[in-house]
């Protein structure tokens, strides 16, 4: 097969909540948008957006007061994302708005780097400025030495820029950071990834297996819903976590396994289930490659053998093993979504994928259904330069699997020590806090150090921008057109987002900041509308829609083509994988020289009196991104630390007591945390919500609460398949008292 860089198959057909843990629930219920509420406020003024807060991608409506204020957002009934209701974060999406904190001006550093001191800027200085070092970089060193590091709508447009440069390193952190493992082991077993949102048929499931995903910490809308939907059906939840997590509340089983032996597990999942005949037999027989070689292959993983690694009874292991066989088909062993976590990463996930495979879920009803795209016609643009050098030239030969560029690898190549191929010399970041994002923070910055230009483009002073030459201040999503939405779903469908209020201050869209540049580099041709909603009018005209339809309704539906959400039983199905079949054993894998079956290998343990970092999502933040939003951080202000009761003991902790944390590198967390001491950790790892512990005191309301999970992850487990970052082999022990010079320093 050819690698997935050169060919990334798009095999789109065509053109609530969960009521678990009291805290949960309540939130959703008094934040979202019932009935009355709906009713009340149906006659005001609204506007169609879809969420930014987090990237679900929500579609919902915007009302404002009688004195045009923004008052509300609920969701849109007709969206298959959130189904008529928001999260607890995406209705307090309005505190991106309001926040008082936010950038305002475009700003401009009259210091070195590490001096944080920046004088205010018109837009036109400020673009001049970037357009003018942009032009400089590229003829010294080339385009490829310009990197973008993007996360959220604003991407395309920058991807524009940087593509019509001649630089195609553009680096998202869902990829390295977040879901590239999964995406990358699901394509060499099924010859496809899950797309977001993920193709999970919650909805019709009777069994759904979580490992490590933590739905309703993870807010995922949509998921969460149908799970709650089908827990009321009487689907069985089978929960692998090593913390008693929300998800795990609602399970008729938790599997509260050893931190880092999840493949032992899948493993002896296998091996019950082969040598059970528990298979599905007739679907392995007319869709799999490599039945024999697996069966060989887990012989010896037996549930016996499993317990002495996951610390998991062979009788939870063998009883949970028949119930997602009962299901079957309609199982789905959820792949995850924040996978880098031990750095044998995507080796895991296709251990989840074969045993979707030997269960028959994947294209069937209650598993895995097929995603309808809408594919919305596109501007024709002049044609790209093609790049003389690419991120993988950096390090030829390394993650060979990575389908897209590593953020990371994009980091590597900005230090030249690390004698890359090339030498990143400038970098443009867009709505990302690599900071707090990418692992090894002293490593950043000594990248950082070693750039001619930082442009970072935020709504918020993140700790990102405090190291930038240039800020430039984009307005909240409320405030701005983007592309149209036309995520993957059941049916096919796209929506609007147009702004609701003028930009505050003198902050500018996304669109308007990246087409400026543009200009400014002789670059128009790619940006052949001066305004986004002519571009968005033009779309949807011809596709017989308008601009006008999309405001009055937000959301527009379309039927598939054909009737084929799942396999039929007389369907004949070419996989788009070497073999055309579903491969239990990857020839994709094996021709790049990596494991063509997961194995398990042992992972290092903490050493005495150091405990593993574990972190997760809370129900009301997103990432750093929330923790100074004034409604959400009403509802939650700072993370805690969780400590088992018997650590606790033995250190003499209390809940509520603050203590500050020093990892395996000696790094100490720059802000204490507050202890939480509860039975829901097992004693061998401590746990904390991301994005918290923000050291940036223009954000008053999250400067110095919290701990930052990121601070303390100094060692990475690089995925050496496609570069994934694993974040969870980091240990920390506790600092119970500091003396008044060290908090100060
Ligand atoms: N330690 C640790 N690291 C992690 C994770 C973790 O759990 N722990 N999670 C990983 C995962 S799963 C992911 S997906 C990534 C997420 O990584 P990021 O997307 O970088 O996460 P955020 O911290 O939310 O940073 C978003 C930035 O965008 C800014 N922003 C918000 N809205 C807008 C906008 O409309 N326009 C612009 N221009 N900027 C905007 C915010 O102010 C913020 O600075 O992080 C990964 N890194
Ligand atoms: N509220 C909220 N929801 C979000 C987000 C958010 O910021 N806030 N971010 C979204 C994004 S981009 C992503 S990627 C997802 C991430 O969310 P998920 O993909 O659901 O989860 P992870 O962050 O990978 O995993 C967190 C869980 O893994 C458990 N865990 C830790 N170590 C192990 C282990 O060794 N084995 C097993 N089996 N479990 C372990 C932790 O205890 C925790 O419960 O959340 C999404 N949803
Ligand atoms: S899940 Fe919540 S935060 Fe994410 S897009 Fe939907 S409403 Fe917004
Ligand atoms: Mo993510």
């Known amino acids: 097969m050819s690698s997935r860089r050169e060919f990334i198959r798009i095999s789109f057909i065509g053109a609530g909540v969960l009521a678990a843990g009291a805290g949960t629930y309540k939130v959703f219920k008094t934040l979202s948008s019932p009935e009355e509420v709906k009713k009340l406020i149906v006659d005001l003024k609204r506007t169609p957006t879809y969420c930014e807060v987090c990237f679900w991608k929500c579609a919902g409506w915007v009302y404002k007061t009688s004195e045009g204020k923004i008052w509300k957002i609920i969701g849109n009934d007709e969206d298959q994302h959130c189904r008529g209701r928001f999260c607890p974060r995406g209705t307090g999406g309005v505190g991106m708005y309001y926040d008082e904190d936010r950038l305002k001006t475009p700003l401009i550093r009259v210091e070195d780097r590490g001096r944080q001191v920046f004088r205010e800027a018109s837009w036109d200085e ?24 993007t996360h959220g709508s604003g991407s395309s447009y ?25 995406d990358e082991a699901f394509f060499a077993t099924f010859g496809e990834e899950v797309y977001s949102p993920e193709i999970t048929d919650i909805r019709d499931t009777k069994c759904l297996v979580l490992i490590g995903s933590h739905l309703g910490e993870n807010m995922h809308n949509g998921q969460v819903q149908e799970m709650s939907d089908a827990i009321d059906k009487g689907a069985t939840i089978i929960t692998v976590d090593p913390r008693f997590s929300t998800a795990a509340g609602k399970s008729k089983f938790w599997l509260p396994l050893k931190p880092a032996t999840d493949i032992a597990l899948l493993l002896a999942w296998m091996h019950e289930i082969i040598y059970n005949e528990y298979y599905d037999k007739k679907y392995v027989e007319k869709y799999c490659s490599g039945f024999d070689q697996l069966k060989a292959h887990v012989k010896d993983f037996t549930p016996e053998w499993a317990y002495g690694i996951t610390a998991i009874r062979p009788d939870l292991i063998r009883r949970t093993a028949k119930e997602m066989a009962d299901a079957s088909p309609a199982v789905i062993v959820h792949p995850g979504r924040h996978v880098t976590w031990y750095g044998d990463d995507t080796q895991r996930v296709r251990a989840i994928a074969i045993l979707n495979a030997l269960l028959g879920s994947w294209g069937s009803r209650g598993g895995f259904y097929r995603p309808a795209k809408f594919e919305l016609p596109a501007v024709s643009l002049p044609l790209y330069k093609i790049p003389s050098k690419t991120w993988s030239d950096a390090f030829p030969g390394k993650y060979p699997v990575a389908s897209s560029p590593v ?4 980091i590597e190549a900005s230090i030249p020590e690390n004698n890359p191929g090339f030498l990143i010399k400038g970098w443009f970041v867009n709505g990302t806090n690599l900071m707090l994002t990418i692992p090894d923070q002293t490593n950043t910055l000594k990248a950082i150090q070693n750039l001619e230009l930082l442009v970072a483009v935020d709504t918020m002073p993140m700790e990102i921008t405090g190291w930038a030459d240039v800020i430039l201040p984009e307005c909240t999503y409320l405030e701005r057109f983007d592309a149209l939405r036309a995520a993957p779903h059941r049916k096919p469908a796209i929506a609007l987002r147009m702004p609701a209020v003028e930009p505050l201050n003198n902050t500018k869209p996304g669109y308007w900041i990246a087409r400026q540049l543009a200009l400014k580099l002789g ?3 790619y940006f052949p509308y001066e305004k986004l909603e002519d571009q968005l009018d033009w779309q949807l005209k011809k596709i017989g829609s308008s601009l006008e339809e999309m405001k009055r309704i937000g959301v527009k539906t379309f039927d598939r083509e054909l009737d084929d959400l799942y396999y039929t039983d007389n369907e004949i199905i070419e996989f788009p994988t070497d073999s055309g079949k579903i491969e239990l054993y990857s020839t994709y894998f094996e021709q790049y020289g990596f494991d063509p079956l997961p194995k398990y290998v042992a992972h290092e343990e903490p050493p005495p009196g150091y405990y593993r970092l574990n972190y997760g999502r809370a129900p009301m933040h997103t990432f750093s991104r929330t923790s100074n939003n004034p409604n959400l951080t009403d509802l939650m202000d700072e993370n805690t630390l969780w400590i088992n009761p018997k650590v606790a003991k033995e250190w003499g902790i209390k809940t509520d007591q603050m203590v500050w944390l020093r990892n395996q590198d000696e790094v100490v967390s720059e802000f204490p945390v507050k202890v939480r001491v509860t039975e829901r950790i097992r004693w061998d790892s401590v746990y904390m919500v991301h994005g ?10 999250c400067y110095g609460k919290g701990a930052s999970d990121t601070q303390l992850i100094t060692k990475v487990l690089n995925d050496p398949i496609m570069g994934g970052t694993g974040m969870r082999g980091n240990f920390v022990t506790f600092i119970t008292e500091k003396s008044e010079t060290e908090v100060a320093s």
């Open 126 to 149: 400020a673009l001049d400025l970037v357009a003018g070092k942009i032009k400089e970089i590229s003829v010294k060193y080339g385009p490829e030495s310009l990197a973008l590091f």
């Open 158 to 182: 920058y991807s524009t820029l940087f593509k019509a440069l001649g630089s195609e390193n553009i680096a998202e952190p869902s990829y390295a950071q977040c879901r590239g493992p999964r």
């Open 407 to 410: 953020s990371n690898a994009l």
């Open 523 to 525: 670059f128009e041709d």
């Open 692 to 701: 918290f512990g923000h050291a940036r005191k223009q954000m008053k309301r």
